[in-house]
């Protein structure tokens, strides 16, 4: 009997029926007692290397999910920080290559001066709360998995800031997306890696903590937030520029989007608070 063709659709989507779909998720979406889909089917896959493939699966009950996976017996498993997958991506984006996969598509930004040497390549995953799941690649690159596939505006926003000339972010190196004729959803974006920088929420709070409880100059206490606040109106500036990726990026607003938002955030707010007991709560 011949050997079945794992590179075919058919055999994986065959092994994903077989799979518990909790081996799909991110060891920290497990932890955290994140709702697991009770199952999933495979709509498209791409193949990274021989042992590692990126796939876009269909939950019955949920937004459709995506991982990149192994093949471990008979049936798929996440692939995990160490494994080589983000290191085997992020080699591909700097070489502006492409994948072998139906539906798939790379978009790649200007060539990368980092070489990212395979095999071997060091990867560490990055443990704080997130909904994705990042991956630093060599000290060079972040890897990051989207978990639920969902159409985003992400690269079209990050392409018209660098067509803006915007440079107050990590440098990025691309994205890629499956799309299934109707919608396009991100399945994993490429950045340039910052070391030394921590995660912006755990500074913000740590600085707000270091005041509350020792205060001092309140001027002093916010200058990081000031710098934040002057990249963020640099960056609405790049928005707003008009460029080979979005020719006329400025529109009116009109008073069913004004009073649609004003809904949104109360909405949020309302949420926020609900969640919320006690003196927090009041």
Do not use: C, N, Y
């Not at 270091?210 to 710098?227: I, K, M, N, T, Y």
């Amino acid at each position: 009997m011949p050997e079945p063709d794992l590179s075919s659709l058919e055999t994986l989507a065959a092994l994903a029926a077989a799979t518990d779909p909790s081996h799909l998720l991110p060891e920290l979406r497990r932890a955290d007692g994140s709702r697991a889909p009770r199952s999933l089917s495979l709509v498209g896959a791409a193949q990274l290397s021989g042992e590692h493939w990126v796939g876009v699966f269909k939950d019955p009950e949920g937004p459709m999910i995506a991982a990149p996976f192994g093949i471990a017996g008979a049936s798929l498993v996440r692939a995990l920080p160490g494994d080589g997958a983000a290191a085997t991506l992020a080699h591909l984006l700097a070489a502006r290559g492409e994948l072998e996969g139906d539906q798939f598509s790379v978009s790649s930004f200007a060539p990368v001066a980092e070489s990212v040497a395979l095999p071997g390549i060091h990867e560490r995953a990055i443990d704080v709360d997130q909904t994705h799941e990042s991956v630093v690649v060599g000290d060079a690159a972040v890897v990051k998995w989207a978990v639920h596939a969902e159409p985003t505006p992400a690269p079209d926003l990050i392409a018209q800031l660098t067509a803006a000339g915007f440079t107050d972010m990590p440098r990025p190196w691309g994205f890629v997306t499956w799309t299934d004729g109707e919608r396009e959803v991100l399945v994993a974006s490429v950045m340039q890696f910052l070391p030394g920088a921590s995660d912006g929420w755990t500074w913000a709070v740590l600085d707000a903590g270091d005041f509350a409880a020792r205060g001092g100059d309140l001027d002093a206490s916010v200058e990081a937030l000031e710098a934040v606040g002057r990249v963020i109106a640099d960056m609405h500036a790049a928005f707003a520029m008009s460029t080979a990726v979005m020719r006329s990026p400025v529109q009116l607003a009109r008073i069913a989007d004004v009073d649609k938002w004003r809904r949104l955030a109360h909405a949020l707010l309302d949420e926020a608070v609900a969640s919320l007991d006690g003196a927090e709560g009041d």
